[in-house]
T-cell receptor
Framework: EAQVTQNPRYLITVTGKKLTVTCSQN?????MSWYRQDPGLGLRQIYY???????DKGDVPEGYKVSRKEKRNFPLILESPSPNQTSLYFC??????????????FGPGTRLTVL | AQSVAQPEDQVNVAEGNPLTVKCTYS??????LFWYVQYPNRGLQFLLK??????LVKGSYGFEAEFNKSQTSFHLKKPSALVSDSALYFC???????????FGAGTTVTVRA
């Protein structure tokens, strides 16, 4: 089954404790991206990757890191989480055509609470 | 900078009536445009997209959207709404040859029986 998986689905942590949210896709997609969803703000792009070892900042990259060592995996790293990073996080992947991402396939989401 | 606006936070319609969810965009050059739907406690699902060609695009679950270049709009429509269409809808845009995606703030649709 074609899918994007994220782990964990729920996470409660404390300020400053490093964490990683994993994301994996089995569709051989070139493009992968992380978003955060906050009420009234919609989805905001954190980071995206066009291919292995190629990543770039989205609209809200501060406080986050990513890596793309393999095509299928795109982990999101919070090195020192803060309460303002409490949010619902989505990973997504898609094909690239004409240098542009096509429809995104989304993971189930990770609800992160930072105390 | 690119942006997407969904001017209505909420849309309420009666079952069987037409449904319209509005979206306007601001991107440089030609846009790729998308609509996604999020059902309660679920991830986002792709509904439809406009890349080029016919301005009226048909998608999943009976939804369609009309691209209007002069008004920079991409409104989502359904001729006859169902209670099961109640969900959160997002419009998204990206310019050709760009990797950044911008989403609107979302519109909550409630269809009453």
């Amino acid at each position: 089954e074609a899918q994007v998986t994220q782990n964990p689905r729920y996470l409660i942590t404390v300020t400053g404790k490093k964490l990683t949210v994993t994301c994996s896709q089995n569709m051989n997609h070139e493009y992968m991206s992380w978003y955060r969803q906050d009420p009234g703000l919609g989805l905001r792009q954190i980071y995206y990757s066009m291919n292995v070892e190629v990543t770039d900042k989205g609209d809200v990259p501060e406080g986050y890191k990513v890596s793309r060592k393999e095509k299928r995996n795109f982990p999101l790293i919070l090195e020192s989480p803060s309460p303002n990073q409490t949010s619902l996080y989505f990973c997504a992947s898609s094909l690239l055509a004409s240098g542009t991402p096509h429809e995104q396939f989304f993971g189930p989401g990770t609800r992160l609470t930072v105390l | 900078a690119q942006s997407v606006a969904q001017p209505e936070d909420q849309v309420n319609v009666a079952e069987g009536n037409p449904l319209t969810v509005k979206c306007t965009y601001s991107v440089s050059g030609n846009p790729y445009l998308f609509w996604y739907v999020q059902y309660p406690n679920r991830g986002l699902q792709f509904l439809l997209k406009y890349i080029t060609g016919d301005n009226l695009v048909k998608g999943s679950y009976g939804f369609e959207a009309e691209f209007n270049k002069s008004q920079t709009s991409f409104h989502l429509k359904k001729p006859s709404a169902l209670v099961s269409d109640s969900a959160l809808y997002f419009c998204a845009a990206t310019p050709f040859y760009d990797y950044k995606l911008s989403f609107g703030a979302g519109t909550t649709v409630t269809v009453r029986a």
